[in-house]
């Protein structure tokens, strides 16, 4: 009498459950075929292979389907929608069994007793595919520990980085069966990568699981490379013809060759790699025939992917190509792509990072027919993509990795991956001294008891970000201010203003969407010199945990053409790909400066006019905020001071009394001050006093405290009251007034300026 058997749709495993040789399904199911969680269950695709059986996750619950890893998928040779016969699975005791490591070039020095060790209960048949999985327990539903089958292999192999290793079942007894390891088993080690490997994709290595954040994309990629070489006659049945080609494009980092790599290996395909560069030679027409034997390479082993890497660098505009054997390229291309011979089961895909560089010819439909931005992940991206950074390391039970990803914003996965690199550098730090003390020297094996004391802990991680930053940002790298609320003395009501206009919009977001409004784009700061509007700008880049771009007006200026606004698309294009940012503009009465009708300063002019589209142009400024700074308000020009774009115009005041003694506390908070000092006394006698001007006094106070005795180590009244009489106040009593009558033009008469300019600079 044949087993019951019940046949299921493949769907690709959760993170956690990775490299771990287990299947999971409805328990409905597992009845059926008379099987328990913990069983042995034999899959049966093109190939029949063997996995532990465990209960289905509360959300698949009824569903027609069985979620295994990218290793079950390639040894029962099924992929992530095809059907998959489940049955119980009839288990011998394995005599001997032979494995070795599957990745071509690699030695793997490890005794076979600990291979023994590690794999006893484990099932497995002939040309299975097996991953070392993470150093930790499985557990069952009743939370008791479930004996790993790697358990013991992964904690020695996880240190020495053998982590992504795969190794091959070459051979079993008795033969022809799905065996089990025992303690009577031998097992034969081969420390050299075996070289029958009949699946050539298996060197890339690469499951749709080692992926994160790119769901959706992965959707679209599968049903436009997948679907025509697996099953054709669907786009027969339809009338149509298939899709040729695929577009990946996005910031570097995000994943496009990676997720070319995982279709190749998901879908068993003949890949074939092409650099852009390594297709030109210097001899003439040469270039061209190295890209006919690529596609007649991918003809002759179809079902085939062809995967160009960065194609900006051999498929350039024509029109701009400065040598002929470019546009030579570019035409053979074009040929092949959509020649009169039909390339039948061959699906190109390419990556680059700079789309608009592309001949057009290339772009339309029936050559690449679909173009796919691969965007910079947002926080459950972030999270996905940490928890297969980290799928390998020993984390320490306290890490959080939901709270590395909420602080990581604009890091693609790349970056992540640097990331988790440098925390594990730092623990590794932490045990060099050890090792010195202990006298290991180069080449000595480490002792184990201080290998298990090698834990990734969530410090290593915050020490981490501070040297990792977003790739993006690296051009206009600014460190993360280390300036808060409390560090700025007085101006109570601006803080309150600045944290309602930046830090609510981008820490309650559903706020402002419940009342169906907009968050402010703009913010100006201005007033006298030295008040504290960069230190502000800071600080809320700091209490908001946003990325923080400082540009400088002056340095945005170029003599060249078109320059000067090309610094500034590209200014808000890295603002937006790492958002949350806060952009901040100091002096920025340098670079927008109004407008006049006789049209002598054409730079200003077109910077303004970029200026005023990105900020408040078709393209929208999600979870960007700009923050401009200026002493001169009055220069700057009328049109970005509308609402919509520089919404808050905020005066920054000369601190009052209550301010100034606020800012003498934080300046002289680390100066050793006498007892005399009387701070209160010292901040009535500074009025009109600005924080630089402060500050200065402070300095000076200390100066003439060491001029008088070098030796000295209390700061004396005395020295503060000398101070005063050498630094002057730098804002006077007109000054001040000049900057309150702004407050009350920018509020009162907004629009009639507009107007008014606007017949101004138009003649």
Known sequence: MSKPEIQLKVMEAVQDDVNRGIVKTDSTFMKQIGVNPGDVVEIQGERVTAAIVDRAYPGDIGLNIVRMDGNTRRNARTSIGELVKIRKAEIKPAKKIVIAPATKGVLVKASSHLFKQGLQGKALSKGDLVSLGRPRRRVDASGREVNDIFYMM???????????????????????????????TEVEFNPKAVDVVEDETLGLGINYEDIGGLGEEIKKVREMVELPLKHPEVFERLGIEAPKGVLLHGAPGTGKTLLAKAVASETNSHFILINGPEVISKFYGESEANLRKKFEEAEKNAPSI???????????????????????????????MDGLKSRGKVILIAATNMPN??????????????EMEIGVPDQKGRLEILQIHTRHMPLAKSISLKDIAKVTHGFVGADLSALTKEAAMIVLRRILPELKKKGIEEGESIPKEILEKLLVKQKDFVEALRTVRPSAMREVLVETPDVGWNDIGGLEDVKEKLKEAVEWPLKKPEAFKRMGIRPPRGILLYGPPGTGKTLLAKAVAKESEANFILVN??????????ESEKAVREIFRKARQTAPTILFF??????????????????TERVVNQMLSEIDGLESLNDVVVIAATNRPDIVDPA???????????LVPVSDEAGRKRVFEIYTKKMPIAE????????????????????????EAAM?????????KKITMANFKEALTVVRQSVDKETEQIYTQLSEYFSAARAKEITEAKARYFG
């Open 154 to 184: 992964e904690s020695q192999f996880a240190s020495f980085g053998f982590g992504d290793i795969k190794f091959m079942v070459v051979d079993v007894h008795p033969k022809k069966s799905v065996v089990v390891i025992t303690k009577e």
């Open 640 to 650: 970005l001071l509308r609402q919509g774009r520089f919404d808050r115009i905020l």
């Open 553 to 562: 007006g002056p340095s945005l200026l170029s003599k060249w053409v078109g």
């Open 676 to 699: 005399d000092v009387d701070l209160t006394k010292l901040a009535h006698n500074t009025k009109g006093y600005v924080g630089a001007d402060i500050e200065g006094v402070c300095r």
């Open 357 to 370: 560089l592309l001949d057009p010819a290339l772009r339309r439909p029936g050559r690449f027919d679909r």
């Open 704 to 712: 003439i405290a060491l001029r008088a005795d070098s030796t000295a």
């Open 586 to 603: 100091d002096e920025i009465d340098a670079v927008v400066p109004r407008r006049n009708s006789n049209g002598d300063n054409n730079v």
């Open 306 to 336: 062809i995967f160009f890497d960065e194609i900006d660098a051999i498929a350039s505009k024509r029109e701009e190509a400065k040598g002929d054997v470019e546009k030579r390229v570019v035409a053979q291309m074009l040929g092949l």
